[in-house]
């Protein structure tokens, strides 16, 4: 490209069909094709040649064979004066045998009697234009395909067929498994596609020929891209396919790229043509190999990322139980302890007593952390069971309120309850679940605002929406310094803590509250200013469904023990006046 | 654990298959105050065994059984008792550390970490008490 006609894409060609007088009649243009008469380095070196060779050529030795009948068709009705000129796109034939879009314009300088004396051809290269736009097109639909699900070994198939539609007439997609990626030992079955489904038989025969295939798996690991000349001897040495399959094949391009990602080799895409691949096809095949890779390794990551967490829950789970198993003799033992005190009265077992009571509080601390850790790997994998039962909602809150006394006293805090008198607000709950989240509501207000009013109510309350349900509502108030706006809206989400390290907590509490409320139809949501912050809880009083519940033969009593319960010497509170 | 006499039901025999031997003991212990015969297995095998060689009136009164133990499971455990015309009318607290695949058709199920007075009237109650 060193001539200055070449930056040009427009070529305008003189031809000329009457070195002889007596071929004017369009009879004779047809029955001896047109000589270029001359022609630009331009235009030449678009379809491979030089402007002199080109001169010795006919217009059929370089128009697409398909697209010539419609060119004669034209030509006739210039010839017979039906069009004063016309205008087609069509493909030219490259010497190599690619072929060449052009947007061709033909003019014809006609003779003082109107009879076409020279053709004029203004020839526009468009095969960029047209292979942008079909890269785009088919760029898009890969990418739609492999967006929809990352389950790839489904959707190369897919992609395959997608490709034969543009680009080559058969695709040829092998993906090495799993983490082995670039050793090639174990290969997905490979995902073959023909443009015309009259060949399928030919793709179910390469597709057997290529399972289990030794050469065609080692293949797949080769980061080296392959640009055919003699596709037939290339695929026969790199997949040892019989002749047989390379006649019905019927190749005369192949284009062989590696699918890399982050230096990983994921597997090989082949791209088959009839004719040769012209260097916009080699640009459409890269972007759709390297969309392709790409998605292989979204997959990948997306697998590793789940097998890491599918893992943590699997840890958390045997984690917990392991965990519980140490604390069931501790809990008991403590237990023990506590009621021999009972017997014993001393001066020496009433100065027990404190020590034991803060060992046991500890010791159902644990319990709690352990409950969250388990129910957190719980909840990610299923949904969580309600064991349901009439509860009156105020009576939870004042069961559970009285346990967190010393907590309270400790902090400074005092705390209110408003448990909506005369007003029995009772649905089918399950009411060591509420017991929880109470549990952790007052747990995050004496945690992030000690020496503060924390005050609950219950009361009556109805659902948000077109057809509003009567609730209960709790309603868990502090004045402390307020959530963040940026914390408040991931508050709910799992592992997000506010708090520095230094007060505890594995970001669990409201992750899980969320959850327990969800499963009853209820909702929780929160507001939250410089001078504290609000949760209201909503529990449709005609409870969860009832497919959430664990179904239990009737009259058979399930007892379940939990983690944190009510102690027998620890209900009570020492200062009357934190009640009211 | 206030009360230290027994459950009037007249239970006396208690077969405790527990893997974890620290649990083992203590249950074993309390159970022992109030005044029960602990039967302690530590396996489900030794708890199978048991049960296959006791003669009838050796038979526990109520069986306490951890799901998960090594080599033969809670599980398969009650599956065996529930297979035994003799004993299937024998009361069953199933301990468990996990909360997923709950056996039904037991007398009652008890989440370790759990509360011993719960346990203890759980036995107290266990000769009525009957699996359906």
């Known amino acids: ?580 | 654990m206030g009360v230290s006499e027994q459950g009037s039901g007249g239970c006396k025999t208690v077969l405790l298959a527990e893997d974890d031997q620290d649990i083992r003991d203590v249950v074993q212990e309390v159970l022992e105050e109030r005044g029960y015969d602990v039967i302690p297995a530590r396996t489900g095998r030794q708890a199978l065994d048991f049960l296959a060689t006791a003669d009838v009136d050796a038979r526990p009164d109520v069986v306490i059984l951890d799901l998960m133990m090594p080599i033969v499971t809670g599980w398969q455990v009650l599956e065996e008792i529930r297979q035994r015309p003799d004993l299937e009318n024998i009361p069953v607290i199933v301990l468990t550390a996990v909360s997923q695949d709950m056996p039904t058709g037991v007398t009652a199920i008890l989440r370790k970490p759990f509360n011993i007075d719960e346990l203890l009237a759980l036995i107290g109650d266990g000769v009525g008490v009957k699996p359906s």
């Open chain 1, 1 to 580: 490209m060193d001539q200055p006609d070449d930056r040009s894409d427009v070529a305008p060609v003189l031809v000329v069909d009457d070195h002889d007088e007596s071929l004017r009649a369009m009879e004779d243009i047809l029955a001896r094709p047109g000589e270029w008469l001359r022609t630009n380095r331009c235009f030449a070196r678009k379809i491979g040649y030089e402007p002199g060779d080109l001169l010795n050529l006919r217009m059929e030795d370089v128009v697409y064979p398909v697209d010539l009948p419609g060119d004669r068709a034209k030509l006739r009705q210039l010839f017979d004066g039906e069009l004063d000129t016309y205008h087609r796109e069509e493909r030219y034939l490259h010497k190599d045998g690619h072929t060449v879009w052009v947007d061709l314009t033909v003019s014809p300088l006609r003779d003082a009697s109107s009879k076409v004396k020279n053709l004029i051809l203004l020839i526009e290269d468009i095969t960029s234009r047209r292979d942008a736009k079909k890269r785009e097109r088919l760029v898009a639909g890969v990418s739609q395909i492999l967006l929809q699900s990352l389950d790839h070994p489904a959707d190369m198939g897919r992609v395959a067929q997608l490709v034969v539609g543009s680009l080559g007439q058969w695709c040829v997609i092998g993906t090495i498994d799993g983490h082995g990626a670039g050793r090639g030992e174990s290969t997905a079955e490979a995902a073959v596609a023909h443009a015309d489904p009259g060949l399928a038989a030919v793709a179910d025969r390469l597709r057997a020929a290529l399972a289990g295939n030794a050469e065609y798996a080692s293949s797949l690991a080769s980061p080296v891209p392959l640009t055919s000349v003699a596709p037939r001897d290339d695929l026969r040495a790199a997949w040892n396919i019989d002749e047989g399959l390379l006649d019905d094949l019927a190749v005369n391009g192949a284009l062989s790229l590696p699918l890399v990602s982050h230096d990983r080799v994921l597997g090989r895409i082949t791209f088959l043509s009839v004719d040769a691949l012209g260097p916009g096809e080699l640009l459409m095949a890269q972007e759709v190999t390297q969309r392709i890779a790409l998605a292989l390794d979204n997959a990948r990551l997306h697998r590793e990322a789940e097998d890491a967490v599918r893992a943590r829950d699997e840890f958390l789970s045997i984690a917990s139980h392991e965990l519980r198993t140490p604390l069931t003799p501790l809990r008991i033992h403590f237990q023990r302890m506590l009621d021999e005190r009972g017997q014993l009265v001393t001066e020496r077992a009433e100065r027990m007593q404190p020590i034991l009571q803060r060992c046991e509080r500890q010791v159902r601390r644990l319990e709690a952390l352990v409950e969250n850790l388990f129910d957190v790997s719980r909840l990610t994998t299923g949904k969580m069971n309600l064991r349901l039962a009439e509860v009156d909602l105020a009576e939870v809150v004042r069961e559970v309120a009285p346990r967190f006394a010393e907590e309270l006293a400790a902090a400074g805090c005092h705390l209110s309850l408003d448990l909506a008198a005369g007003a029995a607000l009772v649905g089918r709950w399950d009411r060591l679940r509420l017991e929880q989240v109470i549990m952790n509501l007052i747990t995050n207000a004496i945690k992030y605002a000690p020496g503060k009013p924390i005050e609950i109510a219950v009361a009556p309350g109805t659902t948000r929406g077109s057809s509003p349900e009567r609730t209960a509502r709790l309603t868990v108030r502090d004045h402390g310094g307020g959530i963040p706006p940026a914390d408040l809206e991931r508050i709910f989400q799992r592992y997000h803590r506010i708090a520095p390290p230094s007060l505890g907590g594995l970001g669990l509490g409201l992750f899980i509250s969320k959850k327990i409320v969800d499963a009853h139809r209820g909702s929780i949501s929160v507001e939250s200013s410089c001078e504290g912050t609000q949760f209201v809880l909503d529990f449709p009083l005609q409870g969860a469904a009832d497919t959430a519940a664990i179904s239990l033969p009737d009259g058979q009593k399930i007892p379940i023990g939990t983690g944190p319960g009510p102690g027998p010497t620890l209900v009570g509170c020492n200062d009357p006046g934190v009640w009211s």
